[in-house]
């Protein structure tokens, strides 16, 4: 079994930058690519950002490119979204999510295991 875990979230003031942090534990063998997704009440769950198995490779969504950026660290076996200039529009629940692939993918369809989420709460 294998278990993502994210922190970080919280309440945040417009302008802030936010750290979010994913540890995978468990069977992490389970686990290379990684994404984050965030999900807002009454809507479906969208991709922000995912990170290959060895962090060579990154994609980031459109909508967020030159405010969020992904890492890892696989000695920890941890996974990070910065974010940059916090929106309200930015107020989501963000979920750490992993799939057994060297690269990740922007469909949550092809994910196996995610984390609980952290909420981040983003005031004007």
């Known amino acids: 079994q294998v278990t993502l875990v994210e922190s970080g979230g919280g309440l945040m003031q417009a302008g802030d930058s936010l750290r979010l942090s994913c540890v995978v534990s468990?069977?992490?063998?389970?686990?290379?690519?990684m994404a984050w997704f965030r999900q807002s009440e009454g809507k479906e769950r969208e991709f922000v950002s995912g990170?290959?198995?060895?962090?060579?490779?990154?994609d980031v969504a459109e909508s967020v490119k030159v405010r969020f950026f992904v890492s890892r660290n696989n000695a920890k076996n941890e996974a990070y979204l910065e974010v940059d200039i916090l929106r309200h529009e930015d107020t989501d629940v963000y979920y750490c999510?992993?799939?057994?692939?060297?690269?990740?993918?922007?469909?949550?369809?092809?994910?196996?295991?995610w984390g609980k989420g952290t909420r981040d709460t983003v005031s004007s």
């Open positions: 999510e992993g799939l057994a692939r060297r690269s990740a993918a922007r469909s949550e369809e092809d994910y196996a295991t």
């Open positions: 468990g069977r992490t063998e389970y686990v290379a690519a």
């Open positions: 990170i290959s198995y060895n962090g060579g490779y990154t």
